[in-house]
């Protein structure tokens, strides 16, 4: 494992366009250090998943990532066997002289399972960062059985025995908190909450990803999504959004706001439809000062 520091890992952050700050240079460090899961909350879109991918920079290793959601079971987070190739096989081998058993164990063989991002995280040559993003969408049954592996860290496939890990991972858990998580989760990790970031935070973070935006413009764009976040929505739009729109009018050539570019491009921010008309009709009137000359 390369030798990282305070200051290295707030440079690797920084180089990949991460605007950060102590709290998440701090906590990044720590779970790297103490190899302890790194758990992140915070609204959908302030950067959460990103710190993984640094911390597989700062590594030197890969990023394998599971996606949670609704119905997550253990086969699409473990493993599955290639069911088409196994069939294949023993086609092939209708008239061969070789034993049932023999037959068996070579398709239950390692080259007939198809590795899914649990297993292929304890199985790699070189110990990988293991995202699990929004386990919040997950049920409470998929995070009792991960519980499991990131206590043991093996895995039990029956044809073949239990599989120990090679190399223990570096772990991030996101969660957009659409439920809550466990005790017994927050218990195993360092815990960083991740929220909309401050306008000076904002603006340094749309000046360093959108190439040839004006200043003006910049500015605008960001006081505009804070006073929006400030407002009852059913989705409040994050950075990601910011970047979007602020791509998008860079693309149509505005150097600064108005009313009707904003109407125009209201659906790179609001991605609902009672939130365009809340915006459209009772917010955008009262930004004469906002997109004053």
Known sequence: MPQVDLENVRSLLESQGYITDKNIV?????AMALQKPLLLEGPTGVGKTEVAKVMAKALETDLI????????????????????????????EEHSSRSVEEKESTIFGESFLLK????????????????????????????????EILSDWQITVPEMGTVTA????????????TRELSDAVRRRCLYLWIDYPSFEKELAIVRGKVQG??????????????????????????????IDWAMALVALHRSKLDLDTIRD???????????????ANKFLPTLDELVAD
Request: net charge negative; aromatic share 8%; glycine share 2%.
């Open 213 to 242: 935006i004006d200043e003006k413009l910049a500015d605008q764009i960001c006081h505009f999504m804070h006073r929006l976040r400030e407002l009852q929505l059913e989705k409040t739009p994050g950075i990601a959004e910011t």
């Open 65 to 92: 990532r599971l996606q949670c959601y609704e119905g997550l079971d253990a086969n699409a987070a473990l493993y599955e066997w290639n069911y088409q190739r196994q069939f294949l096989q023993l086609k092939l």
């Open 265 to 279: 491009t209201l659906g790179l921010i609001c991605k609902n439809r009672d939130d365009m008309e809340l915006v």
């Open 166 to 177: 090679t190399h223990i991972p570096s772990v991030v858990i996101t969660s957009n908190r």
């Open 26 to 30: 701090m906590s990044t460090y720590l």
């Open 116 to 147: 899914r991002p649990l297993l292929q995280a304890i199985t790699c040559d070189k110990a990988p960062v293991l995202l699990i993003d929004e386990l919040d969408r997950s049920d409470e049954e998929f995070e009792s059985f991960l519980l």
